[in-house]
């Protein structure tokens, strides 16, 4: 068992935020209001209307702030609801059976267990011999794990060969948007490291950062982190441009990864995001088991809006480098679109390029 948060119940959240968010440095990881039913049934509050706003430490441990707007002028000593420190939640592997033990142990249950408003717990409240409230949480959809071995699995080189359309693909985003020799770029979940050695062959300052090291990486300037759920290994304000492909559909929330990006991103910085294309590559998505999130031209272009980008575009990106420089050959593909089911993956990279499509999104941080 670990503990898993502390939730504090306050009265007004746009004063309190402040602090903990700009004076203590928390990150806000998820806000939402909770649904009304569940937490009458959980938490034994009638009527609720509750939003809870999830606050993270660099370290990664979470507050969680509590805000009743049904019940402002109701608080309450004794209540789950009244100002001050609110309840202590801990992560358990099995609730009923934890449930069944401190039943038996004479522990109060405010509630049995219940699933969560947005199906990824199941919550039981209690509390202990001083009245304090415990909340007891058996994870239902697990975070994204290290999968050991997945680089040198996935992308082994006897199953992937190395090609030179790394190389060809840096170049082209190179030119296209206007980058310079020396300027710094981060590669987030750099594989192994494929692009890393095409950026550097155009002259940027490469790095790499992955979540999973990797025999590939030798020789390379590659850092190794946790991208959905912890800082990155980098300063603020410390690359030029920032770049990701086929990463962001391998996480459950982007929310952390978007926020990093922008923190370590320099002011007048590019972010360039790389996604597969749900539309065209719908019936074959989820052949990757790892794929968590998919996503088109538009949830693209609205994602690097939500989180402040300026100057946000979205694009279809055919991986297929003749086309690059003869646009008017597209046609031939959309041809081939129309002709040759997705689930073929055609050994001719033409008619498969032509076929599975990509979505480019890029914007630039203001400043």
Known sequence: MKLRHVGIVVTNLDSIIPLYRDLLGLKIIKRMDEGN?????????????????????????????????????????????????????????????????????????????????????KVAFCQDSQGNFIELVEELKPKTRKIPGYIDTIYDEKVRPQTSYPFQLASYLFHRFGMKGGDRLLDIGCGRGDLVKGFLSVGLDTWGLDRERSRMHIGLQVKYGDIETKSFPFNDEEFDVIFSKSLVEHLFDPGNFMQECLRILKPGGRIILMTPDWNSQAKIFFDDYTHRQPYTMIAVRDILKIFGFQEVSSEIFYQLPILWKYSVLKIVSQILRLCVPVTMKSRIKFIRWSIELMILGTAIKEG
């Open 37 to 121: 039913e569940f937490i009458e049934k959980v938490c034994g509050v009638k009527e609720a209307g509750l939003t809870t706003v999830k606050m993270a430490t660099p370290d990664g441990d979470i507050v969680e702030l509590l805000y009743y707007r049904s019940h402002l002028s109701r608080h309450l000593s004794g209540k789950i609801y009244r100002p001050g420190f609110s309840h202590i939640a801990f992560t358990v592997k099995d609730l009923e059976a934890k449930y069944q033990t401190l039943l038996k142990a004479g522990v109060h249950f405010i509630s049995s267990p219940t699933i969560s408003f947005d199906h990824q717990a």
